[in-house]
């Protein structure tokens, strides 16, 4: 069992910049897939980024456009996602995830371990 718990997210103007955090505990994220997403209330969760095990990988979300950038750390059991240039759709909950095998392709589905999520809000 891993838990994972986000923090980072905040209220921020547009063209703002915010780090999210993401750190694991009761087991290590040591060989699995790391992944964010993000989810509007009343629509589905859509993923955002994910690393591999090794971190050689990364993946974005086309809506990135270059201004998210994904890492980990595994001294450190953590995963970060530095978010650059928000914009109000960016307006969120983001969330961390792990997956036990490998990186599905940014659908929430294969992974196995969800945090309890941060909270971005970008205003105009």
């Known amino acids: 069992q891993v838990l994972l718990v986000e923090s980072g997210g905040g209220s921020v103007q547009t063209g703002g910049s915010l780090r999210l955090s993401c750190v694991a505990s009761?087991?290590?994220?040591?060989?699995?897939?790391m992944g964010w997403f993000r989810q509007v209330e009343g629509d589905e969760r859509e993923g955002v980024a994910e690393?591999?095990?090794?971190?050689?990988?990364?993946w974005y979300a086309d809506f990135v456009r270059g201004r998210f950038s994904i890492s980990r750390d595994d001294a450190k059991n953590s995963i970060y996602l530095q978010i650059n240039n928000l914009k109000p759709e960016d307006t969120a909950m983001y969330y961390c995830a792990a997956a036990s095998s490998r990186c599905p392709g940014l659908r929430a589905r294969g992974y196995n371990f969800w945090g309890q999520g941060t909270q971005v809000t970008v205003s105009s």
């Open positions: 690393i591999s095990a090794t971190g050689s990988s990364k």
């Open positions: 009761g087991g290590t994220i040591s060989g699995k897939c």
